[in-house]
T-cell receptor
Framework: AQSVTQPDIHITVSEGASLELRCNYSYGATPYLFWYVQSPGQGLQLLLKYFSGDTLVQGIKGFEAEFKRSQSSFNLRKPSVHWSDAAEYFC?????????????FGKGTHLIIQP | DAGITQSPRHKVTETGTPVTLRCHQTENHRYMYWYRQDPGHGLRLIHYSYGVKDTDKGEVSDGYSVSRSKTEDFLLTLESATSSQTSVYFCAITQTRAGENYGYTFGSGTRLTVV
C-alpha cells in the first residue's frame, strides 16, 4: 500500500531564512508527487507536482521540490520564507494515468514563521 | 478554475440523523473523490468515483455511502451520523487532458459537526 511520511509535525523558521520540509513516500510504481498548502480555514492549494522528467520542479510562491528516487523523497524548499508562508503543508502521492484510487496524503507539517 | 462547488459549507446535525453532502463540478471530469480531514491525520480518502454509477471505497469508508447519478454531482451520505464523523470534508476532481494527469483540485470544504 502506498504511504507518505512527513517526519516534522511542526517547524519554526525565522522570516527570511531558508526552509526545507521533508517528505518520504512508499509506492510500488512510478509515483505522481504533490505538495499542497492550506491556510487556516481554507481549502488546499497546489504548490507543485512531479510526474516525470527533471527531478527539480518549480512551483508557485517561490517553492521548489526535488524528487530523489533512491531516497524515496520529495522535499519542499524555499530560499527565503515570508510571514505569509505560515500554513499547513501536505505532501501526497498518487497513481499516474487516470487518477484511480486518489491521493494518499502525509499528516502534514505546520509551518510557523517567527518575526 | 476547475469549478468545484461543495454544499453546504457548514452543517451542524444531531447524532443518528442522516446527512448528505453535495459536490458539484462544471467541467465534466471523470474522477471525483471525497476526503475527510482531521487533525493529526491529514486527508483520508472516503470514496471515489470513476464515472456515472461507478464508485469504490477508500481508506475510511465505514459509515459512508456515495452516489453519482450524473457526471457533475457526487453525493456523500452519512446514513446515521456519529460524533466520530465530525470533520471537514473535501471533494476533489482529477484534471486530465489527453490522458495525462494534471493534478487534483479540491473544493472549499464542508465543516460538519455532529452533536
Amino acid at each position: 500500500a502506498q504511504s507518505v511520511t512527513q517526519p516534522d509535525i511542526h517547524i519554526t523558521v525565522s522570516e527570511g531564512a531558508s526552509l526545507e520540509l521533508r517528505c518520504n513516500y512508499s509506492y510500488g510504481a512510478t509515483p505522481y508527487l504533490f505538495w499542497y498548502v492550506q491556510s487556516p480555514g481554507q481549502g488546499l492549494q497546489l504548490l507543485l507536482k512531479y510526474f516525470s522528467g527533471d527531478t527539480l520542479v518549480q512551483g508557485i510562491k517561490g517553492f521548489e521540490a526535488e524528487f530523489k528516487r533512491s531516497q524515496s523523497s520529495f522535499n519542499l524548499r524555499k530560499p527565503s520564507v515570508h510571514w505569509s508562508d505560515a500554513a499547513e503543508y501536505f505532501c501526497a502521492v498518487g497513481a499516474s494515468g487516470g487518477g484511480a484510487d486518489g491521493l494518499t496524503f502525509g499528516k502534514g507539517t505546520h509551518l510557523i514563521i517567527q518575526p | 478554475d476547475a469549478g468545484i462547488t461543495q454544499s453546504p459549507r457548514h452543517k451542524v446535525t444531531e447524532t443518528g440523523t442522516p446527512v448528505t453532502l453535495r459536490c458539484h463540478q462544471t467541467e465534466n471530469h471523470r474522477y471525483m473523490y471525497w476526503y475527510r480531514q482531521d487533525p493529526g491525520h491529514g486527508l483520508r480518502l472516503i470514496h471515489y468515483s470513476y464515472g456515472v454509477k461507478d464508485t469504490d471505497k477508500g481508506e475510511v469508508s465505514d459509515g459512508y455511502s456515495v452516489s453519482r447519478s450524473k457526471t457533475e454531482d457526487f453525493l456523500l451520505t452519512l446514513e446515521s451520523a456519529t460524533s466520530s464523523q465530525t470533520s471537514v470534508y473535501f471533494c476533489a476532481i482529477t484534471q486530465t487532458r489527453a490522458g495525462e494527469n494534471y493534478g487534483y483540485t479540491f473544493g472549499s470544504g464542508t465543516r460538519l459537526t455532529v452533536v
